[in-house]
């Protein structure tokens, strides 16, 4: 079982910044991939960002050039920055780790882009 824990998360007007930052257990970005999903009400869960094994990153479309995800391997964090934010940036976020059809979740932190 692994274990991820997330922080960060807010209420943020429009075109204001958040970061969001998730712990992982140490020494598993090598073997799986570790990243930012979100889920909005009434949609399904999405990915934003995520690192893969070989540590490329695959971002969304939606979000290139607001949203920037990093890792700290000594501290085995991975972080979201969120920029430029917009209402439809709306939603709960998660920390997400797989490898194969094994799939972990972080709790989920709410992200509200409101004025």
């Known amino acids: 079982q692994i274990q991820l824990v997330e922080s960060g998360g807010g209420l943020v007007q429009p075109g204001g910044s958040l970061r969001l930052s998730c712990t992982v257990p140490p020494n598993i970005f090598s073997i799986y991939t570790v990243g930012w999903y979100r889920q909005a009400?009434?949609?399904?869960?999405?990915?934003?960002?995520?690192f893969n094994s070989a540590g490329d990153t695959i971002t969304d479309d939606s979000v290139k050039g607001r949203f920037t995800i990093s890792r700290d391997l000594a501290k085995s964090t991975v972080d979201l920055q969120m920029n430029s934010l917009k209402p439809e940036d709306t939603a709960v976020y998660y920390c997400h780790a797989s490898l194969v059809q094994h799939a972990y979740w972080g709790q989920g932190t709410q992200v509200t882009v409101s004025s």
């Not at 009400?41 to 995520?50: C, D, F, I, M, N």
């Open 41 to 50: 009400p009434g949609k399904q869960r999405e990915l934003v960002a995520v």
